[in-house]
Protein backbone atom coordinates (compact mmCIF):
# COMPACT_ATOMS: atom_id res chain seq x y z
CA UNK A 1 0.00 0.00 0.00
CA UNK A 2 1.12 3.49 -0.59
CA UNK A 3 0.02 5.29 1.83
CA UNK A 4 1.84 8.70 0.82
CA UNK A 5 -0.62 9.52 -2.17
CA UNK A 6 1.14 13.03 -3.40
CA UNK A 7 3.70 15.30 -2.54
CA UNK A 8 0.88 17.06 -0.42
CA UNK A 9 -0.55 14.88 1.75
CA UNK A 10 0.77 15.00 5.19
CA UNK A 11 2.39 12.31 7.43
CA UNK A 12 3.20 12.23 10.46
CA UNK A 13 6.36 10.95 10.98
CA UNK A 14 10.22 11.16 12.53
CA UNK A 15 13.15 11.37 11.01
CA UNK A 16 16.56 9.37 12.04
CA UNK A 17 18.72 11.85 13.44
CA UNK A 18 22.58 11.46 14.29
CA UNK A 19 22.98 11.14 17.67
CA UNK A 20 25.41 9.64 19.78
CA UNK A 21 24.07 6.83 22.60
CA UNK A 22 25.37 6.76 25.58
CA UNK A 23 26.92 3.31 27.60
CA UNK A 24 25.13 3.30 30.83
CA UNK A 25 26.52 1.58 33.25
CA UNK A 26 29.96 -0.62 32.19
CA UNK A 27 30.58 -3.73 33.79
CA UNK A 28 34.19 -4.50 33.64
CA UNK A 29 33.42 -8.46 34.16
CA UNK A 30 30.66 -10.74 35.13
CA UNK A 31 27.19 -10.59 34.39
CA UNK A 32 25.67 -12.55 36.51
CA UNK A 33 22.43 -12.09 39.04
CA UNK A 34 24.81 -10.59 42.01
CA UNK A 35 26.07 -8.12 39.26
CA UNK A 36 24.11 -5.28 41.38
CA UNK A 37 26.84 -3.17 41.37
CA UNK A 38 29.21 -1.54 38.65
CA UNK A 39 30.72 1.83 38.03
CA UNK A 40 29.24 3.72 35.47
CA UNK A 41 31.28 4.75 32.71
CA UNK A 42 30.22 6.48 29.27
CA UNK A 43 31.73 5.72 25.94
CA UNK A 44 29.97 7.59 22.72
CA UNK A 45 29.36 6.62 19.20
CA UNK A 46 27.79 8.30 16.14
CA UNK A 47 24.92 6.67 15.05
CA UNK A 48 23.06 7.58 12.04
CA UNK A 49 19.80 5.68 12.98
CA UNK A 50 18.38 5.10 16.85
CA UNK A 51 19.37 1.64 17.88
CA UNK A 52 16.09 -0.72 18.86
CA UNK A 53 18.12 -3.74 20.04
CA UNK A 54 21.99 -4.49 21.49
CA UNK A 55 22.74 -6.06 18.34
CA UNK A 56 22.37 -2.73 16.72
CA UNK A 57 24.26 -1.05 19.39
CA UNK A 58 27.18 -3.98 18.92
CA UNK A 59 27.24 -3.21 15.34
CA UNK A 60 27.76 0.78 15.95
CA UNK A 61 30.70 -0.25 17.89
CA UNK A 62 31.88 -3.47 17.81
CA UNK A 63 33.60 -4.81 20.94
CA UNK A 64 30.82 -2.92 23.22
CA UNK A 65 30.97 -4.75 26.11
CA UNK A 66 27.99 -6.48 28.34
CA UNK A 67 26.02 -3.30 30.54
CA UNK A 68 23.37 -1.01 30.64
CA UNK A 69 22.38 1.06 26.98
CA UNK A 70 19.91 3.24 26.38
CA UNK A 71 17.38 1.54 22.90
CA UNK A 72 14.61 2.85 21.34
CA UNK A 73 11.42 0.38 20.79
CA UNK A 74 10.83 0.49 16.83
CA UNK A 75 13.11 3.06 16.98
CA UNK A 76 11.31 5.63 18.04
CA UNK A 77 12.81 8.75 19.14
CA UNK A 78 9.75 8.73 21.97
CA UNK A 79 10.00 5.42 23.00
CA UNK A 80 13.01 5.20 24.78
CA UNK A 81 14.11 2.56 27.62
CA UNK A 82 17.26 1.18 29.49
CA UNK A 83 18.20 -2.45 28.48
CA UNK A 84 21.13 -4.57 29.98
CA UNK A 85 22.74 -5.73 27.09
CA UNK A 86 24.74 -9.66 27.40
CA UNK A 87 27.15 -12.08 25.89
CA UNK A 88 27.69 -8.56 23.61
CA UNK A 89 30.88 -10.83 22.11
CA UNK A 90 28.22 -13.69 21.15
CA UNK A 91 24.67 -13.73 20.43
CA UNK A 92 23.18 -9.96 22.23
CA UNK A 93 19.96 -10.38 24.46
CA UNK A 94 18.42 -7.98 26.05
CA UNK A 95 16.97 -7.89 29.85
CA UNK A 96 15.27 -4.97 31.20
CA UNK A 97 16.43 -4.03 34.67
CA UNK A 98 13.36 -4.07 37.31
CA UNK A 99 14.05 -1.26 39.86
CA UNK A 100 12.37 -2.56 42.58
CA UNK A 101 14.19 -5.23 44.14
CA UNK A 102 12.69 -4.86 48.04
CA UNK A 103 11.00 -8.08 49.48
CA UNK A 104 7.47 -8.42 48.10
CA UNK A 105 8.55 -6.70 44.67
CA UNK A 106 9.13 -8.73 41.42
CA UNK A 107 8.65 -12.29 42.92
CA UNK A 108 6.78 -15.36 42.20
CA UNK A 109 5.92 -18.09 45.28
CA UNK A 110 4.68 -21.79 45.05
CA UNK A 111 3.61 -21.76 48.64
CA UNK A 112 3.95 -25.65 50.21
CA UNK A 113 2.07 -27.54 52.16
CA UNK A 114 -0.43 -30.62 51.86
CA UNK A 115 -0.29 -32.46 48.18
CA UNK A 116 3.09 -30.51 47.89
CA UNK A 117 5.32 -30.94 51.03
CA UNK A 118 8.52 -28.78 51.01
CA UNK A 119 9.34 -25.69 51.77
CA UNK A 120 7.77 -22.43 49.97
CA UNK A 121 9.58 -22.03 46.46
CA UNK A 122 10.21 -18.29 46.00
CA UNK A 123 12.27 -16.50 42.64
CA UNK A 124 12.81 -13.24 42.96
CA UNK A 125 14.03 -11.27 39.63
CA UNK A 126 16.57 -8.57 39.16
CA UNK A 127 16.02 -8.53 35.77
CA UNK A 128 13.85 -9.74 32.81
CA UNK A 129 14.62 -11.33 29.13
CA UNK A 130 12.67 -9.19 26.93
CA UNK A 131 12.52 -9.24 22.67
CA UNK A 132 12.86 -5.80 21.65
CA UNK A 133 11.52 -6.10 18.90
CA UNK A 134 7.75 -7.71 20.58
CA UNK A 135 8.00 -6.18 23.63
CA UNK A 136 7.59 -9.91 25.03
CA UNK A 137 9.34 -11.18 28.07
CA UNK A 138 10.36 -14.64 28.52
CA UNK A 139 8.99 -15.47 32.04
CA UNK A 140 11.14 -18.70 31.96
CA UNK A 141 14.47 -16.76 31.68
CA UNK A 142 16.20 -17.11 35.22
CA UNK A 143 19.42 -15.55 34.64
CA UNK A 144 19.25 -12.90 36.77
CA UNK A 145 17.09 -14.57 39.15
CA UNK A 146 17.64 -15.78 42.77
CA UNK A 147 15.20 -18.36 44.21
CA UNK A 148 15.18 -20.08 47.92
CA UNK A 149 13.34 -23.72 48.93
CA UNK A 150 12.19 -26.97 47.36
CA UNK A 151 8.84 -28.64 47.64
CA UNK A 152 7.43 -31.97 45.64
CA UNK A 153 4.74 -31.38 43.00
CA UNK A 154 4.40 -35.17 42.40
CA UNK A 155 6.66 -36.49 40.26
CA UNK A 156 8.87 -33.13 40.11
CA UNK A 157 10.99 -32.00 42.56
CA UNK A 158 10.26 -27.65 42.31
CA UNK A 159 13.24 -25.42 42.69
CA UNK A 160 12.20 -22.46 40.85
CA UNK A 161 9.44 -20.36 39.46
CA UNK A 162 9.05 -18.72 36.49
CA UNK A 163 8.03 -14.53 36.68
CA UNK A 164 4.36 -13.92 37.04
CA UNK A 165 2.88 -17.07 39.15
CA UNK A 166 1.41 -17.43 42.42
CA UNK A 167 0.57 -21.01 43.05
CA UNK A 168 -0.22 -23.90 45.25
CA UNK A 169 -1.84 -27.49 46.20
CA UNK A 170 -3.93 -27.29 49.65
CA UNK A 171 -1.56 -26.02 51.58
CA UNK A 172 -2.56 -22.30 51.51
CA UNK A 173 -2.43 -19.35 48.85
CA UNK A 174 0.54 -18.99 46.29
CA UNK A 175 1.45 -15.28 46.04
CA UNK A 176 3.93 -12.99 43.63
CA UNK A 177 4.04 -9.91 42.47
CA UNK A 178 5.31 -7.90 39.27
CA UNK A 179 6.49 -4.27 40.11
CA UNK A 180 7.19 -2.25 36.63
CA UNK A 181 7.05 1.01 38.24
CA UNK A 182 10.58 3.53 37.32
CA UNK A 183 10.78 1.71 33.61
CA UNK A 184 8.41 2.40 30.52
CA UNK A 185 6.32 -0.40 30.57
CA UNK A 186 2.58 -1.76 31.63
CA UNK A 187 1.02 -5.14 31.34
CA UNK A 188 -2.81 -5.76 30.37
CA UNK A 189 -5.14 -7.71 32.91
CA UNK A 190 -5.98 -9.82 30.60
CA UNK A 191 -2.90 -11.61 30.44
CA UNK A 192 -3.29 -13.48 33.87
CA UNK A 193 -5.69 -16.25 34.35
CA UNK A 194 -6.70 -18.90 36.88
CA UNK A 195 -5.71 -22.55 36.03
CA UNK A 196 -4.92 -26.02 37.54
CA UNK A 197 -7.65 -28.06 39.62
CA UNK A 198 -9.83 -26.25 41.95
CA UNK A 199 -8.10 -23.37 41.02
CA UNK A 200 -9.37 -19.84 42.50
CA UNK A 201 -7.47 -16.61 43.10
CA UNK A 202 -6.93 -12.93 41.31
CA UNK A 203 -4.06 -10.69 39.35
CA UNK A 204 -4.92 -7.64 40.72
CA UNK A 205 -3.71 -4.62 38.68
CA UNK A 206 -2.54 -1.19 40.02
CA UNK A 207 -0.34 1.94 39.60
CA UNK A 208 -1.87 2.19 36.15
CA UNK A 209 -1.15 -1.09 34.67
CA UNK A 210 2.69 -1.39 36.14
CA UNK A 211 2.37 -3.53 39.25
CA UNK A 212 0.25 -6.51 39.52
CA UNK A 213 -0.89 -8.58 42.66
CA UNK A 214 -0.90 -12.23 42.43
CA UNK A 215 -2.63 -14.54 44.66
CA UNK A 216 -3.37 -18.53 43.38
CA UNK A 217 -4.16 -21.75 44.71
CA UNK A 218 -6.47 -24.63 44.54
CA UNK A 219 -5.66 -28.78 44.20
CA UNK A 220 -3.31 -27.89 42.14
CA UNK A 221 -3.88 -24.32 41.47
CA UNK A 222 -2.27 -21.19 40.20
CA UNK A 223 -2.26 -17.41 38.60
CA UNK A 224 -0.64 -16.96 35.71
CA UNK A 225 -0.30 -16.32 32.23
CA UNK A 226 -3.66 -17.24 30.36
CA UNK A 227 -2.69 -21.01 29.18
CA UNK A 228 -0.28 -21.89 31.25
CA UNK A 229 0.43 -25.39 32.66
CA UNK A 230 2.14 -26.23 35.85
CA UNK A 231 4.16 -23.01 35.76
CA UNK A 232 7.35 -24.07 37.96
CA UNK A 233 10.87 -24.34 37.54
CA UNK A 234 11.46 -23.50 33.93
CA UNK A 235 8.07 -23.91 32.27
CA UNK A 236 7.13 -20.31 31.75
CA UNK A 237 5.61 -18.35 28.81
CA UNK A 238 5.64 -14.93 27.05
CA UNK A 239 4.15 -12.22 29.18
CA UNK A 240 3.44 -8.86 26.66
CA UNK A 241 4.60 -5.83 27.96
CA UNK A 242 3.38 -2.36 26.14
CA UNK A 243 5.25 1.03 26.19
CA UNK A 244 3.75 3.96 27.61
CA UNK A 245 4.29 7.94 27.51
CA UNK A 246 5.68 9.37 24.40
CA UNK A 247 4.18 11.65 22.02
CA UNK A 248 2.70 9.71 19.30
CA UNK A 249 -0.53 10.35 18.14
CA UNK A 250 -2.94 8.20 19.14
CA UNK A 251 -5.66 10.12 16.97
CA UNK A 252 -5.99 12.73 14.43
CA UNK A 253 -7.63 15.34 16.87
CA UNK A 254 -3.60 14.58 18.82
CA UNK A 255 -2.53 15.41 15.10
CA UNK A 256 -3.81 18.61 15.13
CA UNK A 257 -2.56 19.54 18.54
CA UNK A 258 0.91 19.26 17.57
CA UNK A 259 0.06 20.33 13.95
CA UNK A 260 -2.44 23.08 13.63
CA UNK A 261 -3.91 23.40 10.15
CA UNK A 262 -2.45 20.13 9.23
CA UNK A 263 -5.15 18.75 5.67
CA UNK A 264 -7.39 15.91 5.88
CA UNK A 265 -5.21 12.79 4.49
CA UNK A 266 -2.59 9.84 5.30
CA UNK A 267 -1.57 9.80 8.77
CA UNK A 268 0.02 7.40 11.01
CA UNK A 269 -1.36 6.89 14.04
CA UNK A 270 -0.56 4.45 17.53
CA UNK A 271 -3.10 2.49 19.11
CA UNK A 272 -2.60 3.94 22.79
CA UNK A 273 0.35 5.73 21.81
CA UNK A 274 2.07 2.12 21.63
CA UNK A 275 4.55 2.10 19.20
CA UNK A 276 4.34 -0.88 18.48
CA UNK A 277 0.70 -0.74 16.88
CA UNK A 278 1.06 1.47 14.02
CA UNK A 279 -1.43 2.26 11.45
CA UNK A 280 -2.45 4.45 8.79
CA UNK A 281 -5.25 6.87 9.23
CA UNK A 282 -7.08 8.63 6.70
CA UNK A 283 -8.32 12.19 9.13
CA UNK A 284 -11.36 13.83 7.58
CA UNK A 285 -12.57 17.18 9.43
CA UNK A 286 -9.43 18.43 10.09
CA UNK A 287 -10.44 21.41 10.29
CA UNK A 288 -13.68 21.12 12.30
CA UNK A 289 -13.94 17.91 14.12
CA UNK A 290 -11.26 14.96 13.02
CA UNK A 291 -12.35 11.51 12.11
CA UNK A 292 -10.48 8.65 11.95
CA UNK A 293 -11.28 6.64 8.90
CA UNK A 294 -9.38 3.02 8.01
CA UNK A 295 -8.14 2.93 4.29
CA UNK A 296 -9.28 -0.52 2.75
CA UNK A 297 -6.31 -1.75 0.56
CA UNK A 298 -8.53 -4.54 -1.18
CA UNK A 299 -11.36 -2.52 -3.02
CA UNK A 300 -11.30 -4.58 -6.21
CA UNK A 301 -14.68 -6.36 -7.29
CA UNK A 302 -15.53 -9.02 -4.80
CA UNK A 303 -13.92 -6.95 -1.75
CA UNK A 304 -15.04 -5.32 0.94
CA UNK A 305 -18.54 -4.99 -0.16
CA UNK A 306 -22.10 -6.03 1.88
CA UNK A 307 -24.93 -6.79 -0.61
CA UNK A 308 -28.95 -7.24 0.23
CA UNK A 309 -29.86 -9.80 -2.92
CA UNK A 310 -33.03 -8.93 -4.19
CA UNK A 311 -35.70 -11.37 -4.75
CA UNK A 312 -38.93 -13.26 -2.79
CA UNK A 313 -40.28 -10.72 -0.72
CA UNK A 314 -37.83 -8.21 -1.35
CA UNK A 315 -38.37 -7.10 -4.91
CA UNK A 316 -36.23 -4.87 -7.15
CA UNK A 317 -32.14 -5.02 -7.88
CA UNK A 318 -29.99 -5.87 -6.09
CA UNK A 319 -28.43 -3.55 -3.64
CA UNK A 320 -24.61 -3.29 -3.51
CA UNK A 321 -22.18 -0.77 -1.34
CA UNK A 322 -18.72 -1.11 -1.81
CA UNK A 323 -15.71 0.53 0.84
CA UNK A 324 -12.99 2.19 0.13
CA UNK A 325 -12.62 3.10 3.79
CA UNK A 326 -14.24 2.46 7.47
CA UNK A 327 -14.70 4.74 9.82
CA UNK A 328 -12.71 3.55 12.48
CA UNK A 329 -12.64 4.49 16.49
CA UNK A 330 -9.12 4.41 17.59
CA UNK A 331 -9.47 3.90 21.20
CA UNK A 332 -12.14 0.83 21.13
CA UNK A 333 -11.41 -0.06 17.44
CA UNK A 334 -14.77 -0.18 16.89
CA UNK A 335 -15.54 0.28 13.28
CA UNK A 336 -18.95 1.93 12.26
CA UNK A 337 -20.48 -0.12 10.21
CA UNK A 338 -23.25 2.35 9.20
CA UNK A 339 -20.97 5.27 8.28
CA UNK A 340 -20.79 5.43 4.25
CA UNK A 341 -18.79 7.96 4.06
CA UNK A 342 -16.16 6.46 1.76
CA UNK A 343 -18.92 4.20 0.04
CA UNK A 344 -20.79 3.51 -3.17
CA UNK A 345 -23.72 1.99 -3.80
CA UNK A 346 -25.88 0.58 -6.91
CA UNK A 347 -29.28 -1.04 -6.53
CA UNK A 348 -32.71 -0.61 -4.95
CA UNK A 349 -35.15 -2.32 -3.29
CA UNK A 350 -38.28 -2.96 -1.23
CA UNK A 351 -37.48 -4.30 1.88
CA UNK A 352 -40.98 -7.25 2.54
CA UNK A 353 -42.40 -4.87 0.29
CA UNK A 354 -42.35 -1.97 2.55
CA UNK A 355 -38.87 0.11 3.09
CA UNK A 356 -36.65 1.04 0.92
CA UNK A 357 -33.07 0.23 0.47
CA UNK A 358 -30.80 1.92 -1.41
CA UNK A 359 -27.25 0.69 0.84
CA UNK A 360 -25.91 -1.73 2.84
CA UNK A 361 -24.15 -1.16 6.29
CA UNK A 362 -20.50 -2.92 6.64
CA UNK A 363 -19.72 -6.41 6.90
CA UNK A 364 -23.81 -7.41 6.04
CA UNK A 365 -25.34 -9.79 3.92
CA UNK A 366 -28.83 -10.51 3.49
CA UNK A 367 -31.27 -11.65 1.32
CA UNK A 368 -34.85 -12.60 1.94
CA UNK A 369 -35.30 -16.14 0.06
CA UNK A 370 -32.35 -15.33 -1.96
CA UNK A 371 -28.52 -15.30 -0.69
CA UNK A 372 -27.15 -12.19 0.13
CA UNK A 373 -23.14 -11.43 0.09
CA UNK A 374 -20.36 -9.67 1.61
CA UNK A 375 -16.93 -9.43 2.34
CA UNK A 376 -14.54 -8.22 4.20
CA UNK A 377 -10.71 -7.98 3.46
CA UNK A 378 -8.12 -6.47 5.83
CA UNK A 379 -5.15 -7.55 4.16
CA UNK A 380 -2.47 -4.60 3.69
CA UNK A 381 -3.66 -3.51 7.17
CA UNK A 382 -2.55 -4.18 11.04
CA UNK A 383 -5.92 -5.56 12.12
CA UNK A 384 -8.45 -8.88 12.01
CA UNK A 385 -11.81 -9.56 12.72
CA UNK A 386 -12.21 -11.82 16.20
CA UNK A 387 -13.72 -14.97 15.65
CA UNK A 388 -17.03 -14.03 17.65
CA UNK A 389 -17.49 -10.92 16.04
CA UNK A 390 -20.31 -12.15 13.55
CA UNK A 391 -23.35 -14.04 13.94
CA UNK A 392 -26.58 -14.35 11.96
CA UNK A 393 -29.93 -13.17 12.49
CA UNK A 394 -33.73 -13.03 11.19
CA UNK A 395 -36.19 -15.05 10.58
CA UNK A 396 -35.19 -18.74 8.65
CA UNK A 397 -31.65 -17.65 8.80
CA UNK A 398 -30.43 -20.93 10.11
CA UNK A 399 -28.55 -21.43 6.81
CA UNK A 400 -26.20 -18.39 6.72
CA UNK A 401 -22.83 -18.73 7.10
CA UNK A 402 -19.57 -17.29 7.16
CA UNK A 403 -15.82 -18.18 6.84
CA UNK A 404 -12.45 -16.97 8.06
CA UNK A 405 -9.28 -16.99 6.20
CA UNK A 406 -6.08 -15.45 5.73
CA UNK A 407 -5.37 -15.14 9.91
CA UNK A 408 -8.92 -13.71 10.32
CA UNK A 409 -8.01 -10.73 7.92
CA UNK A 410 -11.11 -11.84 5.40
CA UNK A 411 -14.76 -12.53 6.41
CA UNK A 412 -16.77 -14.09 3.59
CA UNK A 413 -20.24 -13.69 4.43
CA UNK A 414 -23.67 -15.46 3.48
CA UNK A 415 -27.10 -14.25 4.53
CA UNK A 416 -29.91 -16.04 3.47
CA UNK A 417 -33.84 -16.58 5.15
CA UNK A 418 -36.35 -14.95 4.89
CA UNK A 419 -35.81 -11.89 6.05
CA UNK A 420 -32.46 -13.60 7.14
CA UNK A 421 -28.95 -11.33 7.66
CA UNK A 422 -25.05 -12.66 8.23
CA UNK A 423 -23.02 -9.42 9.96
CA UNK A 424 -21.58 -8.23 13.35
CA UNK A 425 -23.18 -9.30 16.86
CA UNK A 426 -26.27 -7.24 17.33
CA UNK A 427 -27.03 -6.75 13.88
CA UNK A 428 -30.88 -6.13 13.15
CA UNK A 429 -31.88 -5.48 9.47
CA UNK A 430 -28.51 -3.84 8.27
CA UNK A 431 -29.15 -1.97 5.47
CA UNK A 432 -29.33 1.58 5.10
CA UNK A 433 -27.81 3.08 8.00
CA UNK A 434 -28.32 0.62 10.29
CA UNK A 435 -25.55 -0.71 11.58
CA UNK A 436 -23.51 -2.22 14.54
CA UNK A 437 -20.43 -1.24 15.59
CA UNK A 438 -17.87 -4.26 13.90
CA UNK A 439 -14.80 -4.90 16.81
CA UNK A 440 -11.42 -4.98 15.13
CA UNK A 441 -7.89 -6.67 16.83
CA UNK A 442 -4.45 -5.13 16.27
CA UNK A 443 -2.87 -8.81 15.10
CA UNK A 444 -0.78 -8.52 12.07
CA UNK A 445 1.81 -6.08 10.97
CA UNK A 446 0.99 -3.79 8.49
CA UNK A 447 3.43 -4.19 5.50
Known amino acids: ?20 WSLLALAAAGCGA ?4 STP ?17 RTAQPGAPDGSYVLYVAGDVTASWTAYCRDMAGTPKEYLALPHKEPGSNFSQYTAGDASPGTDVRTSYLQLRIDPATLRVDT ?18 VTSMPYGVAMACGGGQG ?31 REDGQVVDLSGGGFCGWVGLVGSFNPYNQQGGTLQLHYRGGDRPATCQDLRAARPGAPDGEYALFVNKDPLKRWTAWCKDMAGTPKEYLPLVHTEDGANYSQYTAGGNSPGTDVRTRYTRVRLNPVTLRVDTGDQTFA ?23 GCSRT ?21 AGPSSESSWWAFSANNQVVEMRGYGGCGWVGPQGSYNPFNQNGALLPLAYTVPQP
Open 41 to 57: ATNTQALTALPASCLDI
Open 1 to 20: MNHLKSAAVPRFSRRAKTLT
Open 175 to 205: VGNIDLRSTPFTVDAESFGVGGASASGAAVI
Open 140 to 157: ADQTFATSTGQLTHSPDT
Open 34 to 37: SDTS
Open 372 to 392: GLANVDLRGTPFSVPTGAIGR
Open 344 to 366: TSTGALKHVNKEPVTAMTYAAAM
